[in-house]
């Protein structure tokens, strides 16, 4: 153990040439920004989890004394011991920004985009590493701001994480929407501005930088997801942004964008002809398209792990693909399926609806393409895999509530119900979440250097699992009967007075399952350092990544970029027939289960089939061009 | 004290969890299953899909069924058994195939779990696989959107001429309803008349608003169309009530209406739910501030004879409050005492106010 140690150490000694200061902080490698995108999502992700806590004790135990919070929360807890009802508010808010925002979007697309795009279409780095680099700062300046304004006295923004004005306009409407939403509003800006850049910058990548032989259509399922999301991200965040700059204007300029005729703290406001439907388009313009941002690269990530834990290709890659491409072009034409109710035309609302309900089909064919890469696959249960298949599992029973949601005659009764909030904690945070945890348990290796523990993945998995099941299953039920979200309390309504006793449950399961991310937690720290070594290739995985050294230097390949003959799926490829009928059993065990991207078809004549067999010649023939230059 | 012990409990706790971490890693490193791809717990994950696939659905199936009557919210609406049908088709639909797919995704794990010798098929595509799972869930897709579109289309389609009309205006933190009165029109409002007396910014010049009346609670006649005219002071919120199945939108500046046929009296709802306190409730919907989880306000349906005479019983605006009488036209004064029933003594105050002038 210490010899491996100190020959690791070595390699770092020699690996990197800078100081710390731009070795692990102003960084340009994209494996570092990677891990600081990783490391800080973590972080935010903790925070997020936390105050989600704080606001499902007061739901499930309403008459708890919360006094001993107050060295935390201080005049939030008032002298009773009880929430600030407004401070309530303000939890979820955040509670929802912090993880759709800095964890889902940050975190997750920061960290694996980053990482995985140079490394698997065989690129030193990103197009732009200073860009890369600014990207992850402006996204910890956003970071500092939107955690600063939650020590404000005011509170932090506390109308939701949608926002929507009138209430985030002005004021007088909430103490949140004063100091707190002005910093909300900056966070966002800057946050923005870190997301186009880094989007920017994966797409150039992926269009320019892929190695020799790397066309599109041998690229690993998750660059085409990163890629997709790149575009989805690039086309949709500027609106948000144009939205909040109006917002910007009228909470501080005196304009009326979004609003009209209010009468408000015993004043009538100048303010007519703006509507506050206006901003609700801009903002789920923005809005919806996110879901996928935020799901895409989860999905992603888990082909990748579902094929290369399966032994087995993904089945249908080119369906999976197409079913991401419509995906990404239909969530740009749903998003006033979040406005049924909100006064807008009725016909716009049947037009979103048959729409909404059209995404179902890719998303239907690639839960399909997952289950068929699971029949009669080999297969082997890492933890990454496991969060795979629960993803899969979360991705099923949160997609089916969607028809409910979208349909927009049945969205009428359960619309901003706990159906909705069980409906997306499911399908779109617990699914893109395992997504995450997936990916990291998958690629920590080659992060790192070393393995994580896989025992405590397996408990952490169980737990997690189970546990999110148990959060947002009976949410269902709750929202069936009708409860209100938002609701700092029920007990005000006889409708709503009922389930008491699941609203501890789902408490009680609530807390469970944050305490058992500790377990990752440790297992992510301590590995890092006290990990078991681990070898280059330790999934027996095909793609370029898996080419490098244990610890990949700066510009990843310490020698020729690797070029690629194939597509990144052949695993447990057959022999063919000619080769089976020579081979003794001996050798036919021995032919390995997968083949790396960057093998020619010249060095596997046991496993080509008749096509590829045609493609040898072009391959020397490639090689011969490339001497004549 | 107490807390201290707390604290050191905890921390023993973590500490033999991480020395069991140690152990179980020693072990694993002396017995060599670390070195190997897959050891036993391979097994063991796979076996804990089917177990939760049990207990899972069982737990499901048996509290979906025992507790149908604590969430199924009782219904009152003509729309709303559309709706509740549709749903529970959808229902019906989503969990044949959550059923089917969650047990395929929690048998495949033990069913093809790794094996040293054995080889994944290698099955890459086939596209009438892709063909059959494209169309399936299109043709079904069809079948609820079209369904959907047309109980949509009903709701949505524009409200019956004989409709009973109430205003509903939401605020910082309550309803406030207001009835057109017996010429079943309701007066023009303005925003910037809103002020202490006047909350709902009714313009008294206009000769609509004489007879309106703003009561303490909503009465609804039972098997009438109801209008209700939704419009917000402030924020926005939603009117929301979930025995009719409504729900829309409070948003200033932006009137909305949404209109519905209650099918059941509170008397009769009382006797369904064998609950003599049940009371029809409208809350709000869309998050509005501190106080957005208190805005309730009592629906009280009626058959349509108590309906009218409760009508009758009420107030009129001008008639309930001499400020807001004395903000009518002196030109439409007469109109308004005949048609808000405003009793003589106010007429009076008032005119001996214009003689004092």
């Known amino acids: 153990m210490s010899t491996e140690d100190t020959m690791h150490n070595n390699e770092h000694d020699h690996d990197h040439h800078g100081n710390f200061w731009t070795t692990y902080v102003f960084s340009t490698d994209h494996k570092m920004i990677a891990k600081q995108f990783l490391i800080s999502g973590i972080i935010w992700a903790l925070l997020g989890g936390a105050l989600s806590v704080i606001f499902r004790l007061q739901l499930g135990f309403p008459d708890m004394d919360l006094s001993w919070l107050k060295p935390v929360l201080g005049e939030w807890i008032d002298i009773q011991g009880k929430l600030d009802p407004e401070f309530y508010l303000a939890l979820v808010t955040m509670h929802g920004t912090i993880m759709v925002f800095f964890v889902l979007t940050a975190g997750l697309s920061g960290t694996f985009s980053n990482f995985l795009i140079p490394l698997q279409i065989g690129a030193r780095d990103m197009a732009s590493g200073f860009m890369n680099m600014l990207s992850y700062w402006f996204f910890f300046t956003s970071s500092t701001i939107m955690f600063i304004s939650l020590f404000l006295e005011t509170g932090p923004a506390s109308g939701g994480w949608v926002i929507y004005p009138p209430l985030s306009a002005l004021p007088q409407a909430m103490s949140g929407s004063g100091l707190g939403m002005t910093m909300w509003l900056v966070a966002m800006a800057l946050f923005i501005v870190s997301t186009l850049l880094g989007g920017i910058n994966y797409i150039t990548t992926i269009i320019n930088m892929r190695t020799d032989g790397m066309s599109f259509t041998k690229l690993p399922l998750t660059i085409w997801a990163f890629f997709l999301t790149a575009i989805i991200g690039l086309l949709s965040f500027p609106v948000l942004l144009s939205a909040a700059l109006l917002l910007i204007f009228d909470r501080s300029f005196g304009t009326s964008f979004y609003l009209s005729e209010i009468y408000i703290g015993g004043e009538a406001l100048p303010n007519t002809g703006g509507s506050p439907i206006l901003f609700q388009h801009l903002f789920w313009f923005l809005g919806h398209p996110e879901v996928y941002i935020v799901l895409l690269p989860s999905l992603g990530i888990t082909s990748e792990i579902i094929a290369t834990n399966s032994r087995k290709p993904i089945f249908g890659y080119r369906a999976m693909i197409g079913s991401m491409l419509g995906i990404a072009i239909l969530s740009f034409v749903v998003w006033a399926h979040h406005m049924f109710v909100t006064g807008m035309n009725p016909f716009l609302g049947s037009i979103f609806t048959l729409l909404t309900l059209i995404i179902a089909i890719p998303s239907a064919v690639k839960v399909f393409n997952y289950l068929t890469t699971l029949w009669k696959g080999n297969l082997i249960f890492t933890p990454a895999m496991l969060f795979s298949i629960g993803l899969v599992s979360y991705f099923i029973s949160g997609g089916l509530t969607g028809l409910f949601m979208g349909n927009s005659a049945i969205d009428i009764q359960i619309h901003d119900t706990y159906f909705i909030v069980a409906h997306f904690h499911l399908v779109m945070g617990s699914a893109a979440f395992f997504g995450m945890l997936a990916g990291v348990y998958h690629w920590f290796p080659k992060m790192f250097g070393r393995m994580m523990d896989a025992k405590l993945g397996y408990i952490h998995f169980w737990f997690t699992f189970i546990g999110v099941y148990l959060i947002f299953f009976p949410m269902h039920y709750i929202g069936i009967a009708g409860f209100p979200r938002r609701y700092y309390s029920w007990t005000n309504f006889d409708t709503f007075n009922g389930f008491t006793d699941l609203n501890m449950f789902v408490s009680i399961a609530a807390i469970f399952t944050f305490v058992a991310q500790f377990i990752f937690l440790f297992n992510f720290f301590y590995s890092m350092f006290k990990g078991r070594r681990a070898t280059a290739n330790p999934w027996k995985s095909t793609t370029l990544e898996w080419t490098t050294p244990v610890d990949p230097g700066h510009g990843n390949w310490p020698g020729d970029i690797p070029k690629v003959y194939r597509w990144p799926y052949d695993l447990g490829k057959p022999v063919n027939d000619e080769y089976a009928a020579k081979f003794s059993d001996e050798e036919m065990k021995n032919v390995p289960d997968f083949i790396p991207q960057n093998i020619p078809f010249s060095k596997t004549p046991e496993t080509n089939f008749p096509n590829e067999n045609e493609l040898i010649a072009l391959e020397d023939e490639d090689d011969k061009a490339i001497e004549v230059k | 004290m107490f807390q201290v012990v707390i604290g050191i409990g905890i921390l023993l706790v973590v500490l033999i969890l991480f020395m069991l971490f140690r152990i179980g890693t020693l072990l694993d490193v002396v017995k060599?299953?670390?070195?190997?791809?897959?050891?036993?717990?391979?097994?063991?994950?796979?076996?804990?899909?089917?177990?939760?696939?049990?207990?899972?659905?069982?737990?499901?199936?048996?509290?979906?069924?025992?507790?149908?009557?604590?969430?199924?919210?009782?219904?009152?609406?003509?729309?709303?058994?559309?709706?509740?049908?549709?749903?529970?088709?959808?229902?019906?639909?989503?969990?044949?195939?959550?059923?089917?797919?969650?047990?395929?995704?929690?048998?495949?794990?033990?069913?093809?779990?790794?094996?040293?010798?054995?080889?994944?098929?290698?099955?890459?595509?086939?596209?009438?696989?892709?063909?059959?799972?494209?169309?399936?869930?299109?043709?079904?897709?069809?079948?609820?959107?079209?369904?959907?579109?047309?109980?949509?289309?009903?709701?949505?389609?524009?409200?019956?001429?004989?409709?009973?009309?109430?205003?509903?205006?939401?605020?910082?933190?309550?309803?406030?309803?207001?009835?057109?009165?017996?010429?079943?029109?309701?007066?023009?409002?303005?925003?910037?008349?809103?002020?202490?007396?006047?909350?709902?910014?009714?313009?008294?010049?206009?000769?609509?608003?004489?007879?309106?009346?703003?009561?303490?609670?909503?009465?609804?006649?039972?098997?009438?169309?109801?209008?209700?005219?939704?419009?917000?002071?402030?924020?926005?919120?939603?009117?929301?009530?979930?025995?009719?199945?409504?729900?829309?939108?409070?948003?200033?500046?932006?009137?909305?209406?949404?209109?519905?046929?209650?099918?059941?009296?509170?008397?009769?709802?009382?006797?369904?739910?064998?609950?003599?306190?049940?009371?029809?409730?409208?809350?709000?919907?869309?998050?509005?501030?501190?106080?957005?989880?208190?805005?309730?306000?009592?629906?009280?349906?009626?058959?349509?004879?108590?309906y009218e005479k409760w009508k009758s019983e009420q107030t009129s605006l001008v008639a309930q409050n001499e400020i807001l009488f004395n903000l009518v036209p002196d030109d439409k004064k007469e109109l308004a005492k005949v048609k808000g029933k405003v009793k003589t003594e106010v007429a009076a105050v008032e005119s001996s106010e214009e003689v004092k002038k």
């Not at chain 2, 559309?82 to 088709?89: A, I, R």
Request: hydrophobic residues 45%.
């Open chain 2, 32 to 306: 060599g299953s670390n070195q190997k791809v897959v050891t036993k717990s391979n097994k063991v994950n796979a076996a804990l899909f089917v177990v939760l696939l049990v207990i899972g659905f069982g737990w499901i199936f048996i509290y979906s069924y025992v507790y149908f009557d604590d969430y199924n919210l009782p219904l009152a609406s003509e729309h709303g058994v559309e709706t509740d049908y549709m749903f529970w088709v959808t229902m019906a639909i989503t969990g044949v195939v959550f059923l089917i797919t969650h047990i395929l995704l929690f048998i495949f794990p033990i069913r093809y779990s790794y094996e040293e010798n054995k080889r994944a098929l290698f099955f890459p595509e086939n596209h009438k696989l892709e063909l059959i799972w494209t169309i399936v869930p299109a043709v079904v897709l069809s079948v609820l959107i079209f369904k959907g579109l047309q109980v949509w289309g009903d709701i949505t389609s524009k409200a019956p001429e004989d409709a009973e009309v109430v205003e509903v205006m939401g605020q910082q933190f309550a309803w406030t309803p207001r009835y057109p009165g017996s010429d079943n029109r309701l007066g023009d409002f303005d925003y910037r008349l809103i002020g202490d007396d006047n909350k709902m910014g009714v313009d008294f010049t206009d000769d609509g608003s004489y007879d309106d009346f703003i009561p303490r609670e909503i009465h609804l006649p039972k098997g009438k169309p109801v209008l209700f005219k939704i419009r917000a002071r402030d924020v926005i919120h939603s009117v929301y009530a979930p025995h009719f199945r409504v729900k829309m939108d409070a948003v200033p500046g932006m009137p909305t209406s949404f209109h519905f046929v209650p099918t059941k009296t509170t008397a009769e709802m009382r006797v369904e739910t064998g609950n003599a306190e049940f009371n029809y409730e409208l809350a709000c919907a869309e998050i509005c501030g501190r106080g957005h989880f208190a805005m309730r306000m009592i629906i009280v349906v009626d058959t349509p004879e108590e």
